[in-house]
T-cell receptor, first 114, second 113 residues
Framework: GQQVMQIPQYQHVQEGEDFTTYCNSS?????IQWYKQRPGGHPVFLIQ?????EVKKQKRLTFQFGEAKKNSSLHITATQTTDVGTYFC??????????????FGKGTLLTVNP | NAGVTQTPKFQVLKTGQSMTLQCAQD?????MYWYRQDPGMGLRLIYY???????DKGEVPNGYNVSRLNKREFSLRLESAAPSQTSVYFC????????????FGPGTRLTVL
């Protein structure tokens, strides 16, 4: 079945350093979504990418969708303590309900040392 | 608007006991989902309901049943709880399909002894 793999699993940075998490799919994705989950909280939607090569920015966060639509990345510039949490990517599931199911990566846990 | 609500927030069960996790959304969404989250495993889909009146299995459906009671409510039932079902359970909803963001509830932390 379709898999969405994320690396790294963990990342610890000093406040002010940059951070990047990568998401790779075994199949071409029609779209990809990113979510953030604060410790003890629930996942919250950040953004969706649909077009090949698409780049979107939200303040210090930059999201990219690969040209082949099989990979994506989230880059945070100058991390802050408020960026702490787990970042998940998610893409449409394998055939059979693929219009309704998302497959989530295992996430990257970001910790920031102030 | 409350968004997605889940009850209970915490639950401890003994092996073999049954329970139902409740989920409701007030956003007039068509699709609803149940996920479980275990350390290092991300979010795994248990069951989903693409629209009122339909339910389908996800990645890890064994040991669970669901009911889409109406457009607002989607419940998850554990008939005979097992320690392997110790997890955090999240309900989510979306307007429809994978091109819309999913809204998650606050989660239910379940421990099975």
């Amino acid at each position: 079945g379709q898999q969405v793999m994320q690396i790294p699993q963990y990342q610890h940075v000093q406040e002010g350093e940059d951070f990047t998490t990568y998401c790779n799919s075994s199949t071409t994705l029609s779209n990809i979504q990113w979510y953030k989950q604060r410790p003890g909280g629930h996942p919250v939607f950040l953004i969706q990418l649909v077009k090949s090569g698409e780049v979107k920015k939200q303040k210090r966060l930059t999201f990219q969708f690969g040209e082949a639509k099989k990979n994506s990345s989230l880059h945070i510039t100058a991390t802050q303590t408020t960026d702490v949490g787990t970042y998940f990517c998610a893409g449409p599931g394998a055939s059979g309900g693929s219009n309704y199911k998302l497959t989530f990566g295992k996430g990257t846990l970001l910790t920031v040392n102030p | 608007n409350a968004g997605v609500t889940q009850t209970p927030k915490f639950q401890v069960l003994k092996t073999g006991q049954s329970m139902t996790l409740q989920c409701a959304q007030d956003m007039n969404h068509n699709s609803m989902y149940w996920y479980r989250q275990d350390p290092g495993m991300g979010l795994r889909l248990i069951y989903y309901s693409a629209s009122e009146g339909t339910t389908d299995k996800g990645e890890v459906p064994n040991g669970y049943n669901v009911s889409r009671l109406n457009k607002r409510e989607f419940s998850l039932r554990l008939e005979s709880a097992a320690p392997s079902q110790t997890s955090v359970y999240f309900c989510a909803s979306t307007l429809a399909g994978v091109y819309n963001e999913q809204f998650f509830g606050p989660g239910t932390r379940l421990t099975v002894l």
